[in-house]
């Protein structure tokens, strides 16, 4: 009883510590930038106080922004984690199963359609969000659907499981140019400022989409988290204790599409957190989901927060897009993934 209360309580302490540093850089996030902020300035803007430039930059640019970090990487990392659970993969994200290339797809499409277009400046207007996420979970669902037919049809190795889900990604990469070749100037250039991954071209009528849809996903997977951990064991264990293993894993799979759909929808393709994150905290605190599920969100924002920060005062006033820097830190570590896995 002892052992099992230590193995509660370090878990929760770490997920209070998360939190924490989520703050910290939560904070930090908002005063950096090409307009200094001081913590007095933050704290004014937040009350209704104090300039009204500094207001401006923090309810119109920053805070929208940095909501917006906390939603997506923690979507992100949980789609992620579960995908590695359902699938029995630790090789599986987003990312490298094709889905985020598949929501990408459809999102261009629906550009292509009249959902939304750029300025002259980079930024990216939706006319209509809804239509741009059904399009883009329309798509992840496909490269999903696909890896769980074959799956179920034949089973193969974690291995191959990634290769399909690089040939997918070839597929609608391919798929995306062809749609980006028809296109007219304008429609093109939203598409290419559209794949660069970018956390500042959300509002609060998308962050409120993220944020809902994230919740309710998020609690059904905490709900399920035992199934998940009896699906990890081996199905046939999983189907001895009553869980129907086959209508959890859709609707698991299902579910962590929609949340990669969703962010790819409103900030482009931002790789290797869905990775990056559930890997960290498996390492650290093994595979019970009732406790990865939580971490590895907290996390997933921490990182992509993080990375956009960096991305915004690294060459400051010019701001880079966050998934080039997520991709400069994720491809190592999935190169070291691969290399491990070989060995063991």
Same mark, same amino acid.
């Given at each position: /009883? ?48 104090? =300039? ?10 920053? !805070?929208?922004?940095?909501? *917006?970090?906390?939603? +997506? ?21 987003? $990312? *490298?199963?094709? *889905? ?18 750029? &300025? ?14 059904? !399009?883009?979970?329309?798509?992840? /669902? ?8 074959? @799956?179920?049809?034949? &089973? ?11 040939? /997918? ?15 007219? #100037? ?7 400022? %559209?794949?660069?991954? #970018?956390?500042?071209?959300?509002? %609060?009528? &998308? ?10 996903? !998020?609690?059904? !997977?905490? %709900?399920?988290?035992? #199934? ?37 929808? $409103? ?12 890997? /960290? ?6 595979? =019970?989901?009732? $406790? ?9 924002? +921490?990182?992509?927060?993080?990375? #956009? ?8 006033? *010019? ?8 991709? $400069?830190? @994720? ?10 896995? &070989?060995?063991?």
């Amino acid at each position: /009883m002892v052992i099992y209360k230590n193995y509660v309580a370090r878990r929760i302490l770490t997920i209070l510590f998360l939190s924490f540093l989520l703050v910290l850089v939560g904070i930090y996030s908002l005063s950096h930038g090409g307009y200094s902020l001081s913590l007095k300035d933050i704290i004014g803007a937040f009350l209704g106080k104090g =300039d009204r430039k500094a207001q401006l930059v923090i309810w119109s640019v920053r !805070f929208p922004r940095v909501v *917006t970090g906390i939603l +997506v990487g923690a979507s992100l990392a949980v789609s992620g984690a579960v995908m590695q659970g359902v699938l029995k993969n630790p090789l599986a994200s987003p $990312f *490298t199963t094709g *889905t985020s290339h598949g929501a990408m797809f459809g999102a261009s499409l629906a550009i292509a359609l009249g959902a939304g277009y750029s &300025e002259s400046t980079g930024s990216v207007t939706l006319n209509n969000p809804y239509t741009i996420a059904l !399009f883009a979970f329309l798509g992840a /669902m496909s490269s999903s659907l696909v890896i769980l037919l074959i @799956g179920k049809l034949k &089973e193969i190795t974690p291995e191959a499981i990634v290769l399909m889900g690089v040939a /997918m990604g070839s597929l609608f990469t391919a798929a995306t140019t062809l749609i980006q070749y028809f296109a007219d #100037d304008l429609e093109l250039a939203t598409m290419v400022y %559209w794949s660069f991954g #970018d956390l500042g071209r959300t509002t %609060w009528r &998308e962050n409120l989409i993220l944020l809902v849809i994230f919740l309710t996903v !998020f609690a059904y !997977f905490l %709900w399920k988290a035992w #199934d998940i951990n009896a699906m990890v064991v081996g199905d046939e264990i999983a189907k001895s204790t009553g869980i129907e293993v086959e209508k959890v894993r859709l609707i698991l799979v299902v579910l962590s599409t929609l949340l990669t759909a969703i962010s790819v929808a $409103f900030v482009g393709i931002i790789g290797f957190i869905g990775l990056l994150a559930p890997h /960290m905290m498996r390492i650290l605190f093994g595979e =019970d989901y009732r $406790f990865l599920i939580p971490l590895s969100a907290l996390c997933g924002s +921490v990182l992509l927060l993080s990375a #956009d920060t960096v991305a915004r005062v690294l060459l400051s006033p *010019t701001v880079l897009p966050v998934g080039i820097v997520t991709s $400069f830190l @994720g491809a190592p570590l999935f190169i070291y993934l691969l290399l491990h896995g &070989e060995e063991r």
